[in-house]
């Protein structure tokens, strides 16, 4: 893959009066290159400091530099006019090169941001008021093109062509934030100062969403916001699809210069979205965008390990079945906690108490009370949490999907028990073999996943018919599913029927 900046330049310290090589005439050529992953790294021709005495370079030591010391610079794509880009600032710097004499300085910077204009000296990384996310490759999904080129009129050996565009806007305004979902139109005429004629002309229509804190935020702050807003993507595709680089915006400035940044982020995906298989597009959702994603934020927040244990698998598809059903279990797990359900009285909690009754009348009977006084050290415990597989159940009877609850019972049940082999037997029983075992976790990990995803919608507020229409038509539902969910047992009560 191709990087993304892997340029020459010029480099110099960011704000430091009394320090070397502090002003772009005593700069210090060089080469920035930054990956497709977020890795950055800067490779010097000379020396941005120099130490007397030298300072010693211990092999294998990080050297990272303080907190206030940046580079920034000038790459050559500027060229005289200033394009887009051509300004970067190099923040949280560690040297890299090898302490062998004559070996050119080195750097690897965790951020890199790029502006069209010369960062000012009052700068810094905590006075950003909008984050802006180009929607790159998400254009069938929003399902907003609105260029219309109408027939031509000739009047003599004059042709016109009319060419009309929405300019969309869908706001909404939240307590912390104003989140819109816009679209820009471009085109080479837009840029023309007079009247002459062109050679040649173009339309586009680009989409972003647009992010406008409430109060100003700190770069890792809005780059947190950024990972939510691509989190909750993958959960309305229904894969992992990773957002273009970030813009942020500082507002007060009467230009408000953008600013594009760049970060360690993994590699990008190789998922296309594909209309047939996601769960719900914009048009479904235009009114109510903004209420799910302000809910899918509060609740990470609020559940963590439960919503972000499964968000994982999405991101980094685990290569072993028995990997990818332990961690959806665990998350189950985590949410089922983080939602004190283990108040509920159900059947199985019910049948528990009686047991652990029946036990203690029995130990009362023995002559040794040590035996009793061992379990009612642990009784408490059992009666008050319910066991793996009512937490599996209690979560996933939520859906409203009528599934029978006998049949839900038996897949939470061997969900439990199948993670028990896992982990307290390490993998099949002695009666069975191994691509049998294998079989059966996989399509309990696949009918799992799925009821799952839906579990976390439901809980962040999307339409229970659009749920549904989700998990039962399209191909989406009946292809993949319906299928997996039958393989396990579990049936949606008409399904089968039209739309």
Request: with cysteine; charged share 25%; glycine share 6%.
């Amino acid at each position: 893959m191709a990087n993304v900046i892997e340029e020459r330049g010029l480099f110099w310290w960011f704000k430091q009066a009394d320090g070397q090589t502090n002003t772009k005439e005593t700069s210090v050529s060089g080469a920035l290159t930054i990956t497709e992953e977020g890795h950055i790294t800067l490779v010097l021709d000379g020396s941005l400091w120099y130490a007397q005495p030298p300072d010693p370079l211990p092999w294998g030591e990080p050297r990272p530099l303080p907190p206030h010391k940046w580079v920034t610079g000038l790459l050559a794509s500027a060229g005289e006019i200033g394009q887009n880009g051509g300004h970067v600032l190099l923040c949280r710097l560690e040297r890299t090169e090898l302490p062998l004499e004559g070996e050119p300085q080195s750097y690897a910077a965790s951020i890199c941001i790029t502006s069209d204009s010369p960062f000012s000296d009052g700068f810094d990384l905590a006075n950003f008021d909008q984050l802006r996310i180009e929607l790159l490759g998400l254009e069938d999904w929003l399902n907003l093109d609105s260029i219309h080129v109408e027939f031509e009129a000739i009047r003599e050996d004059d042709v016109e062509v009319t060419v009309r565009y929405k300019n969309h806007r869908f706001l909404y305004d939240k307590p912390d934030a104003s989140i819109s979902i816009e679209s820009l139109t471009l085109g080479a005429p837009f840029f023309s100062f007079s009247d002459l004629p062109q050679r040649a002309a173009s339309f586009r229509q680009t989409y972003y969403l647009i992010y406008t804190t409430s109060a100003t935020s700190t770069f890792d702050s809005l780059r947190y916001t950024f990972s939510q807003i691509e989190e909750f993507f993958a959960l309305l595709l229904g894969s992992y699809f990773r957002l273009d680089w970030p813009t942020m915006v500082q507002r007060r400035d009467e230009f408000e210069p953008w600013y594009r940044t760049y970060y360690l982020r993994g590699r990008p995906s190789e998922f296309k979205v594909n209309h047939y298989f996601e769960w719900t597009n914009f048009p479904a959702l235009q009114e109510s965008f903004g209420d799910l994603l302000c809910n899918w934020q509060a609740q990470v927040e609020q559940y963590g390990a439960g919503y972000y244990l499964y968000l994982a698998t999405l991101r980094n598809p685990h290569p072993y079945r028995e990997d990818s059903f332990v961690n959806l279990i665990w998350a189950l797990e985590s949410l089922h906690r983080k939602k004190k359900r283990s108040e509920q009285i159900d059947a199985s909690a019910l049948e528990r108490k009686t047991r652990i009754a029946s036990i203690r009348e029995k130990l009362a009977l023995a002559d040794d009370p040590t035996d009793l006084h061992w379990f009612e050290d642990r009784a408490p415990h059992h009666e008050r949490s319910p066991n793996l597989s009512d937490r599996i159940f209690n979560l996933l009877s939520q859906l409203p999907l009528a599934i029978d609850e006998k049949a839900l019972r038996r897949f939470s049940m061997r969900c439990a028990e199948r993670r028990n082999d896992i982990s307290h037997e390490g993998g099949p029983r002695q009666h069975e073999t191994y691509l049998e075992f294998l079989g059966e976790v996989s399509n309990l990990n696949e009918a799992l996943s799925y009821l799952y995803h839906a579990l976390i919608l439901h809980e962040i507020g999307l339409d229970e018919k659009l749920l549904v229409r989700a998990m039962t038509k399209g191909g989406l539902g009946e292809s993949r599913i319906l299928p997996a969910l039958l393989r396990v047992g579990i049936e949606i009560p008409n399904a089968a029927e039209p739309q």
